[in-house]
Protein backbone atom coordinates (compact mmCIF):
# COMPACT_ATOMS: atom_id res chain seq x y z
CA UNK A 1 0.00 0.00 0.00
CA UNK A 2 3.05 2.40 0.51
CA UNK A 3 4.12 2.21 -3.31
CA UNK A 4 0.52 3.88 -4.17
CA UNK A 5 1.39 6.99 -2.02
CA UNK A 6 5.29 7.03 -2.99
CA UNK A 7 4.81 8.83 -5.79
CA UNK A 8 2.94 11.74 -3.74
CA UNK A 9 5.99 11.31 -1.25
CA UNK A 10 8.10 12.43 -4.72
CA UNK A 11 5.67 14.83 -5.54
CA UNK A 12 8.61 16.45 -8.26
CA UNK A 13 11.50 13.87 -8.27
CA UNK A 14 11.89 13.57 -11.65
CA UNK A 15 15.18 11.39 -10.81
CA UNK A 16 15.31 7.87 -10.01
CA UNK A 17 13.47 4.81 -10.88
CA UNK A 18 10.22 3.63 -10.27
CA UNK A 19 8.81 0.41 -10.01
CA UNK A 20 5.69 -0.86 -12.01
CA UNK A 21 3.65 -1.77 -8.87
CA UNK A 22 4.47 1.93 -8.03
CA UNK A 23 3.43 3.29 -11.36
CA UNK A 24 0.12 1.31 -11.59
CA UNK A 25 -0.77 1.41 -7.76
CA UNK A 26 -0.76 5.28 -8.39
CA UNK A 27 -2.55 5.11 -11.43
CA UNK A 28 -5.10 3.15 -9.80
CA UNK A 29 -5.65 5.53 -6.79
CA UNK A 30 -5.82 8.66 -9.15
CA UNK A 31 -8.45 6.98 -11.06
CA UNK A 32 -10.82 5.52 -8.52
CA UNK A 33 -10.75 8.58 -6.89
CA UNK A 34 -11.55 10.81 -10.26
CA UNK A 35 -13.83 7.85 -11.17
CA UNK A 36 -15.83 9.14 -7.84
CA UNK A 37 -15.36 12.34 -7.69
CA UNK A 38 -16.69 12.64 -10.75
CA UNK A 39 -19.56 10.45 -10.73
CA UNK A 40 -20.42 12.21 -6.96
CA UNK A 41 -20.13 15.73 -9.38
CA UNK A 42 -22.65 14.71 -12.27
CA UNK A 43 -26.33 14.70 -12.35
CA UNK A 44 -27.95 11.44 -11.79
CA UNK A 45 -30.72 9.91 -14.42
CA UNK A 46 -30.57 13.62 -16.16
CA UNK A 47 -30.87 12.40 -19.13
CA UNK A 48 -32.72 15.49 -20.67
CA UNK A 49 -32.33 17.31 -24.36
CA UNK A 50 -29.35 19.80 -24.07
CA UNK A 51 -30.85 21.43 -27.03
CA UNK A 52 -33.93 22.30 -25.05
CA UNK A 53 -32.54 22.39 -21.57
CA UNK A 54 -29.42 24.09 -21.24
CA UNK A 55 -29.28 22.99 -17.49
CA UNK A 56 -29.27 19.70 -18.59
CA UNK A 57 -25.72 20.43 -19.72
CA UNK A 58 -24.53 21.59 -15.84
CA UNK A 59 -22.56 19.56 -12.97
CA UNK A 60 -25.30 18.56 -10.60
CA UNK A 61 -22.85 19.89 -7.54
CA UNK A 62 -20.45 22.40 -8.73
CA UNK A 63 -18.01 21.72 -5.27
CA UNK A 64 -17.35 18.40 -6.35
CA UNK A 65 -17.01 19.75 -9.43
CA UNK A 66 -13.62 22.35 -8.45
CA UNK A 67 -13.28 19.17 -6.15
CA UNK A 68 -12.31 17.20 -8.63
CA UNK A 69 -10.37 19.59 -11.11
CA UNK A 70 -8.38 20.63 -8.06
CA UNK A 71 -7.51 17.02 -7.29
CA UNK A 72 -6.40 16.55 -11.09
CA UNK A 73 -4.28 19.34 -11.20
CA UNK A 74 -2.85 18.83 -7.87
CA UNK A 75 -2.02 14.87 -9.10
CA UNK A 76 -0.26 16.68 -12.45
CA UNK A 77 3.17 16.66 -11.46
CA UNK A 78 3.33 13.68 -9.45
CA UNK A 79 1.86 11.88 -12.11
CA UNK A 80 4.25 13.13 -14.85
CA UNK A 81 7.11 12.60 -12.15
CA UNK A 82 6.28 8.83 -11.30
CA UNK A 83 5.73 8.37 -15.33
CA UNK A 84 9.26 9.53 -15.54
CA UNK A 85 10.76 7.57 -13.33
CA UNK A 86 9.07 4.48 -14.59
CA UNK A 87 10.72 4.97 -18.05
CA UNK A 88 14.12 5.44 -16.72
CA UNK A 89 13.10 1.94 -14.62
CA UNK A 90 13.79 0.68 -18.40
CA UNK A 91 16.83 2.64 -19.63
CA UNK A 92 15.44 5.40 -21.20
CA UNK A 93 14.87 8.77 -21.26
CA UNK A 94 12.51 10.56 -19.61
CA UNK A 95 11.85 12.40 -23.14
CA UNK A 96 10.18 8.79 -24.34
CA UNK A 97 7.47 10.21 -22.86
CA UNK A 98 6.49 12.57 -25.83
CA UNK A 99 5.92 9.77 -28.29
CA UNK A 100 2.74 9.39 -26.42
CA UNK A 101 1.82 12.59 -28.65
CA UNK A 102 1.80 10.64 -31.66
CA UNK A 103 -1.99 9.41 -32.16
CA UNK A 104 -2.91 5.82 -31.31
CA UNK A 105 0.84 3.96 -31.98
CA UNK A 106 2.41 6.36 -29.09
CA UNK A 107 0.48 5.69 -26.61
CA UNK A 108 0.58 2.04 -27.41
CA UNK A 109 4.52 2.12 -27.42
CA UNK A 110 4.08 3.76 -23.95
CA UNK A 111 2.19 1.30 -22.31
CA UNK A 112 4.09 -1.57 -23.74
CA UNK A 113 6.93 0.56 -21.99
CA UNK A 114 5.00 1.10 -18.81
CA UNK A 115 3.87 -2.93 -18.37
CA UNK A 116 7.78 -4.27 -18.84
CA UNK A 117 9.99 -5.11 -16.31
CA UNK A 118 12.60 -2.43 -15.26
CA UNK A 119 16.55 -2.75 -16.23
CA UNK A 120 18.04 -5.91 -13.85
CA UNK A 121 20.85 -4.26 -11.34
CA UNK A 122 21.27 -0.32 -11.78
CA UNK A 123 21.44 1.72 -14.65
CA UNK A 124 21.78 4.99 -15.34
CA UNK A 125 18.97 6.13 -13.88
CA UNK A 126 19.91 4.54 -10.54
CA UNK A 127 19.94 1.47 -8.23
CA UNK A 128 17.25 -1.03 -9.31
CA UNK A 129 14.13 -0.11 -7.12
CA UNK A 130 13.29 -3.80 -6.42
CA UNK A 131 16.82 -4.11 -5.39
CA UNK A 132 18.63 -6.84 -8.06
CA UNK A 133 22.37 -6.58 -8.10
CA UNK A 134 22.24 -7.07 -11.56
CA UNK A 135 24.96 -9.11 -13.31
CA UNK A 136 28.33 -8.46 -12.46
CA UNK A 137 29.78 -11.99 -13.55
CA UNK A 138 30.75 -10.06 -16.84
CA UNK A 139 34.37 -8.74 -15.54
Known sequence: MSLMFEPLRKYAT????????????????VSAVSLILFRLSAPIGNWADPATDPESL?????AIAAA?????LLML?????????????????GWWWFIGLLPVAGGIILLIFYFMDGTAGPNRFGADPKGRGGDDSAD
Not at 14 to 29: H, I, N, P, Q, S
Open 77 to 93: LPSLAVTIRRLHDSNRS
Open 58 to 62: SFGNE
Open 14 to 29: FAGRARRKEYWLFTLF
Open 68 to 72: LGLFL
